[in-house]
């Protein structure tokens, strides 16, 4: 999951050179939701859609269609590297919601001490770069960060029983249709091989298949436990930033880097027996 997170933010970064950021979001969109509605269709998974379909279109407002076109439009100001950076702060978000929530799943000591040091790595990171945006590009991708802490918690609460493909088919379809008047209007004179190449991996590999993967990542360990997979995008997102993309690579990276590892592997080591009973009780919540 990591891997197929870690790569968008480098894919975004080389097709706003020639796409608009909405025209970006139809073409992640668009692609996947072709690829996946005859899944639906065979599956019969179309009533399950139509029976969901507010909360369908609530995860694909606030997960695709509000940011992607915000992260879109910073990673044009802003470095693949920073971008990747700031939606590493999704997990601590999503603690903070879940401890205003007082209830869901129970965190040991050793995962919050995981999102802590993960933590420090990302304020060390983003305090150095953040020369390279200013603080409304900052506060774009803050944004995003409270849709992405709230899409996993409408998979876990309100989706859970929905076939997976079902919900990546519908939320991706909404987004699309809603996104062409606005493309058509922005459509581009040119674009090269490489933008559409870069599109294309967008829209099946990090939108269709990393969705579904998601969505069983999340039921199977819940969604604040599920959003570190953030952490390590970072590093991958980073060091394609390096090296492909002639990113610097500073001392804060070097120190910063190790601290995000380290956290991402407190955070998600194997449960302990309590845990596991805790993950049970949650399961019981959710599935009753």
């Not at 979001?25 to 399950?48: D, F, K, N, Q």
């Not at 940011?67 to 590297?81: F, K, Q, V």
């Not at 939606?87 to 001490?113: H, T």
């Amino acid at each position: 999951m990591s891997v197929v997170w870690g790569i968008p933010y480098f894919f975004i970064r080389i097709a706003v050179r020639q796409l608009d950021p909405g025209v970006l979001v139809l073409g992640r969109t668009a692609p996947a939701a072709l690829v996946l509605i005859p899944v639906v269709l065979r599956g019969r998974h179309v009533s399950a859609v139509w029976r969901h379909l507010g909360w369908i279109a609530a995860f694909a407002f606030v997960e695709f269609g509000v940011p992607w076109y915000l992260m879109a439009t910073a990673e044009r100001h802003i470095s693949s590297s920073l971008t990747s950076l700031l939606i590493a702060a999704v997990p601590l978000i999503s603690v903070i919601v879940q401890l205003a929530r007082r209830d869901g799943e129970r965190f040991a000591p050793r995962r919050y001490a995981g999102l802590l040091v993960g933590a420090s790595g990302v304020i060390l990171l983003v305090v150095n770069g953040a020369h390279g945006g200013s603080l409304r590009w900052i506060g774009l991708m803050f944004v995003i960060t409270i849709g992405y802490t709230f899409g996993p918690m409408i998979l876990a609460t309100k989706l859970a029983d929905v076939p997976g493909v079902a919900v990546v088919a519908g939320a991706t379809a909404m987004v699309a249709i809603a996104w062409t008047p606005w493309a058509i209007v922005h459509w581009p004179h040119h674009v090269d091989g490489e933008t559409l190449s870069s599109v294309a991996i967008l829209s099946l590999v990090c939108t269709a298949g990393a969705f579904l993967i998601f969505f069983e990542l999340v039921k199977e360990v819940g969604s604040t436990r599920g959003v570190v997979v953030t952490y390590t995008n970072t590093a991958i997102a980073v060091v394609l930033g390096i090296a492909f993309l002639h990113e610097p690579l500073t001392g804060a990276i070097a120190v910063g880097f190790p601290l995000v590892l380290l956290g991402s592997i407190l955070a998600t080591a194997p449960a302990s027996a309590t845990e596991r009973v805790d993950a049970f009780d949650v399961d019981e919540l959710l599935h009753g």
